[in-house]
T-cell receptor, first 112, second 121 residues
Framework: QKEVEQDPGPLSVPEGAIVSLNCTYS??????FMWYRQYSRKGPELLMY????GNKEDGRFTAQVDKSSKYISLFIRDSQPSDSATYLC????????????FGEGTQLTVNP | EPEVTQTPSHQVTQMGQEVILRCVPI?????FYWYRQILGQKVEFLVS????????KSEIFDDQFSVERPDGSNFTLKIRSTKLEDSAMYFC???????????????????FGPGTRLTVT
């Protein structure tokens, strides 16, 4: 079983739609959960991070973590064409330093 | 805004040749990383580096790989004898710290460079 699984998509939505991106994981030691955005020919850029279970909101973005189900989500409200990118979930353990374990990435296109 | 830079953007090399990928981390950062992404696959951790030594390395980072901070600004990844399967995008990242957010009271982000695309023929 892969440590982190993410549906690679591609996902295509109309402008203004609510987008839901998800990852599942198998390593119970993961404590920090991140979402990165990656535009074509660029490196990953941190969008949001959460520690432990719960929700975190930042503008149009909401990150959700359910540790009991080993499931994390990123919701994008009122999606814009500029949100078109690849979204990567990433996780790290409490004690293993700063190694990030990434999902495969979901390619999102928001159509005007 | 400070950013991580990487050179070259694209490197083509023949199998068996040595390559050096270069990175300039953000100037006040202390922790440096290399990740790679084979086309169509996930970003994978290779190595982390602090205080002129390797902090952690993955199973991918075997004896063919080495890292160095030759001066105060550059951070390099060397692959001694490249294989076809080394073809990938290589990302450098830097962070001001790796201290656990829970202890530090804040989260220290890893800032990624734009990557070097390595093609081994």
């Amino acid at each position: 079983q892969k440590e982190v699984e993410q549906d690679p998509g591609p996902l295509s939505v109309p402008e203004g739609a609510i987008v839901s991106l998800n990852c599942t994981y198998s390593n119970s030691a993961f404590q920090y959960f991140m979402w990165y955005r990656q535009y074509s020919r660029k490196g990953p850029e941190l969008l949001m991070y959460t520690y432990s279970s719960g929700n975190k909101e930042d503008g149009r973005f909401t990150a959700q973590v359910d540790k009991s189900s080993k499931y994390i989500s990123l919701f994008i409200r009122d999606s814009q064409p500029s949100d078109s990118a690849t979204y990567l979930c990433a996780m790290r353990e409490e004690t293993s330093g700063s190694r990030l374990t990434f999902g495969e990435g979901t390619q999102l296109t928001v159509n005007p | 805004e400070p950013e991580v830079t990487q050179t070259p953007s694209h490197q083509v090399t023949q199998m068996g040749q040595e390559v050096i990928l270069r990175c300039v981390p953000i100037s006040n950062h202390l922790y440096f990383y290399w990740y790679r992404q084979i086309l169509g696959q996930k970003v994978e951790f290779l190595v982390s580096f602090y205080n002129n030594e390797i902090s952690e390395k993955s199973e991918i980072f075997d004896d063919q790989f080495s890292v160095e901070r030759p001066d105060g600004s550059n951070f390099t990844l060397k692959i001694r004898s490249t294989k076809l399967e080394d073809s990938a995008m290589y990302f450098c990242a830097s962070s001001p710290s790796w201290t656990l957010p829970r202890l530090a009271g804040k989260f220290y982000e890893q800032y990624f460079g734009p990557g070097t695309r390595l093609t081994v023929t």
